[in-house]
């Protein structure tokens, strides 16, 4: 595999709310950012999902500002940058040679949506297409990972349920507690991803996802986004692309090495794998899994595992035409 002719999809980056934070930014190449268009361009991204995460520096979570970066990604990644905007099944794959990456929105979290269905419809018609439903704690839909009782979902959250169900809203357990994780496999009709998570057998830390949680995504074809932050890596938080290695290997052995791709977390983060600090060093990680791993486990990991799930589980145009 020639990595100039890499092909990355990554399923998770704080982007949005870091620009929403500090408006002067720019995300062609301003250095605050981990993710840049140009960086996207060099390390060979041609997806990256963009998460709308409200952090509690601005007060308590509220529908305006979920809607408030759905316009910075409008305006300042789709529209300045020209990225492309993937939202239906029938684009996958239409990417031409040449042409700029794409971008997806996810919500993570769905405080932000203040308990209203209606809201969460807005959200898709305006393009979001992964609802994290929780971030680590309580909200009105579920309870998060951080969350001590450990509870599944209220009635409100088994509604979303069915409303994500019935629409083609994919859903995201990242984050989710142990409990809703488990409730969530026997009331979802549609496989679910894990966007940003590692192996807790490999590394301890709550966010990771125990062999029983990693099965179950493998049972139904979901998706498992390997992510970078060093404290999901390895219990020292000092992460090398060796200690991925070691995550990549213990998901194989449990059957995942057709539903492993990347959430890096990038600009979520305040600490990076060593030479993996932005997507422009996404060649270096190819060039490091080649010389371990097939061409074609690679490939898959790194691109084609994430775009046969969305080939097949997002919602189709021609269907709400």
Known sequence: MRTDKLQVAD??????SKMQASPDMDFKNDPRLDVTGERLVAGGVELQIFAIYLSASRGRPSFENVLGQIDLFRQKIIGAES?????????????????SPWGM???EGVDGLEGNLFYAQLCFELGVRFLGITWNYANWAADGVLEQRNGGFTEKGRMLIEWCNDSGMLLDVSHLSQA????????????????HSNAAAICG?????N????????AMDGRMGLTFYPWFVCDDGKARMDDLLKHIDHVCSLGGEKHMMFGSDFDGIDTWVENMEHPGKYPELAEHLLRYYP?????????????????TNLPSQVSKS
């Open 211 to 218: 062999d029983e949680q990693i099965k179950a995504l493998i």
């Open 295 to 311: 061409e074609a486990s690679v490939k898959g990991w790194l691109y084609e595992n994430a775009v046969s799930y969305l080939r």
């Open 205 to 209: 830390h709550v966010r990771n996802l």
């Open 11 to 16: 399923f998770h980056c704080d982007v949005l």
């Open 105 to 107: 929105l996810s919500l």
């Open 180 to 195: 809703g994780f488990w409730e969530l496999a026997d009331l979802s009709t549609r496989p679910f991803i894990a966007s």
């Open 83 to 99: 990225l492309q905007w993937l939202r239906w099944k029938e684009e996958v794959g239409k990417r031409t040679a040449g042409a």
